[in-house]
Antibody
């Protein structure tokens, strides 16, 4: 059974960079698309971007200027960097396995990141 | 403001049938598959329906999906207390070149 686990700081200061890593276990990171999705408190889901195991990435146009997603197949991990954060970036961040279509079949448990000074 | 539009809430008594709508446009629902996710309180979303009307293994057949034009719906028949959750629709959007979600519908079992 594939499992995903997010890790990273739970508190980030405004204007700084949010960095999270998702570790995949129980399966290879190869041959799938790997996404980051976030959910502000009490609100809906927002797709941030995805990366293919080969390194090709695609981002939500509304976040594209601030987002970088990378992958390390040797560690079965992929990562998210979101720079110049504000309070509006406070959310639970999920990593998920999927396809180009929004077929997300495995999710991490999510990690709350709060942007505050 | 979500790209896909869902009613914020829906409710029913145990055993009833509840339907949730999801409306979009020709660039998303009208030209791509529709997906549904169930999010129980405090947990990650779970894939409920894919490719408009297909259920992953383990999802009860009480859940069914349909799509027509630029709209879709999720039906829950024989409503049970454990179905109380938030439900999200999702589709690929050709204009945005990425997946888009609905704002979510909270289902309450009365």
């Amino acid at each position: 059974q594939v499992q995903l686990q997010e890790s990273g700081p739970g508190l980030v200061k405004p204007s700084e960079t949010l960095s999270l890593t998702c570790t995949v276990s129980g399966g290879s990171i190869s041959s799938y698309y790997w996404s980051w999705i976030r959910q502000p408190p009490g609100k809906g889901l927002e797709w941030i971007g995805y990366i293919y195991y080969s390194g090709n990435a695609n981002y939500n146009p509304s976040l594209k200027r601030r987002v970088t997603i990378s992958v390390d197949p040797s560690k079965n991990q992929f990562s998210l960097e979101l720079n110049s954060v504000t309070a509006a970036d406070t959310a639970v961040y999920y990593c998920a396995r999927g396809q180009i279509q929004p077929y997300f079949d495995f999710w991490g448990q999510g990690t709350l990141v709060t942007v505050s000074s | 403001q979500s790209v896909l539009t869902q009613p914020p809430s829906a409710s029913g008594t145990p055993g009833q049938r509840v339907t949730i709508s999801c409306s979009g446009s020709s660039s998303n629902i009208g030209s791509n598959y529709l997906y549904w996710y169930q999010q129980l309180p405090g947990t990650a979303p779970k894939l409920l329906i894919y490719n408009n009307n297909q259920r992953p293994s383990g999802v009860p057949d009480r859940f069914s999906g349909s799509k027509s034009g630029t709209s879709a719906s999720l039906a829950i028949s024989g409503l049970r207390s454990e179905d109380e959750a938030d439900y999200y629709c999702a589709a690929w959007d050709d204009s945005l070149s990425g997946p888009v979600f609905g704002g979510g519908t909270k289902v309450t079992v009365l």
